[in-house]
């Protein structure tokens, strides 16, 4: 059987994909794919200095290697793919 099959619609297929590679589908200019603690995060760093984005981004790039519960470290994974969409916005 067929993963797209095995999961149904769309939506199903997406979550998964997400849960199991720890990719974040938030896109920061729009918010399409964000979650609304996602889109807090984003209004959020986007006022930080580009040193403090820089700052968080090693600090949480650390932490994702760590010992943590799944939903913390999908939320690790989650405001580093923020992250590294504000650095590359900022040339970073």
Known sequence: MAMCDELGDEGRM????????????????????????????????????????SKQLARLSKMGDGSMKPDLKQWV?????????????SNL
């Open 14 to 53: 997406e979550d998964y994909v997400v849960e199991v590679s720890g990719a974040s589908l938030c896109n920061i200019k729009t918010h399409d794919g964000c979650t609304d603690k996602e889109k807090e995060y984003v209004e959020k760093m986007s006022k930080a200095s580009d040193s403090e984005v």
């Open 77 to 89: 994974k989650q405001r580093v793919a923020i992250l590294k969409q504000l650095a590359k916005e």
